[in-house]
């Protein structure tokens, strides 16, 4: 089986590949803002299955994560990740993107909260937890919207803090010292992408098949554009 795995839900892209003949996967590296992966995702991509020794009409699943992040990010992995399983005749998944971070975490985490930055003074926010060491991670927060403070009140001394957000010197100043919080990307730039690919065959494994057209960006809340689109709307009926 040959599987590849996206996610651009941040500036901080994650790329993997699993085939016949093992895995592979690309270091993590920002993008740049303006560019938001649209020039080099797809010359990622085709440079990684050519590595990988096999033409993207030999894919078999095509993997993507779905956020919730960075409203251009998501457009641009999900159509990319559309057109490939389209044209290879594929199968789709899509995975929470908040969960790769917390999945590459420390197996002696016990506590992650993953956060991405929302803009406006907000976090896209989530939380997993273990009892012990190497134990299974659950789910103990869904993925949210909600206030920067609000969601720094809630950390306590040992908690891990993961995610995009962390890159942020105005979202690390609020965090509290006693609590762990990782690099925006790890020191090997592998750990996201490695979680997702084993993510994608996980839910492979159990049977899941989502739907190339009905898959849909986790967005949480209306982007800026849309919020002073409506006002402008609303402004024009109001002067008639």
């Known amino acids: 089986m040959n599987l590849l795995a996206v996610d651009t839900s941040s500036d901080i892209a994650a790329l993997a590949l699993c085939t016949g003949a093992g895995r592979r996967l690309v270091p993590e590296t920002r993008a740049e803002p303006a560019r938001r992966h649209g ?19 030999d ?3 095509v993997a993507v994560g779905l956020g919730p992040g960075s409203y251009t990010g998501l457009r641009i ?17 899509g995975l929470d993107s908040l969960e ?3 999945r590459s975490a420390p197996a002696q985490a016990g506590r992650i909260h993953v956060i991405a930055d929302a803009q406006r003074g907000d ?8 009892d012990v060491a190497d134990a299974p991670l659950r789910k103990v927060m869904d993925s ?3 206030p920067l403070a609000a969601w720094s009140a809630r950390l306590v001394e040992g908690d891990h803090v993961r995610g995009p957000a962390v890159a942020s010197p105005a979202i ?32 492979w494994g159990a049977g ?8 849909e960006p986790r967005y949480l809340r209306r982007s800026a554009a849309e919020d002073q689109r409506d006002a402008r709307g609303a402004a024009s009926m109001a002067a008639r």
């Open 123 to 130: 976090v896209y926010a989530a939380a997993w937890e273990r």
């Open 144 to 146: 949210r919207l909600e």
């Open 77 to 93: 992995g999900l159509t990319a990740a559309r057109m490939i399983a389209y044209a290879a005749g594929a199968a789709i998944l």
């Open 39 to 57: 020039r080099d995702l797809l010359p990622s991509i085709r440079a990684l299955l050519q590595d990988g020794g096999i033409a993207p009409r």
């Open 208 to 215: 899941r098949r989502d739907d190339l057209w009905a898959l």
């Open 59 to 61: 894919l078999d699943v």
């Open 172 to 203: 690390r100043r609020v965090i509290p010292p006693a609590a762990i919080v990782a690099d925006a990307v790890p020191d090997d730039g592998r750990g996201r992408s490695e979680a997702i690919l084993e993510m994608a065959l996980k839910a």
């Open 100 to 102: 790769a971070w917390a």
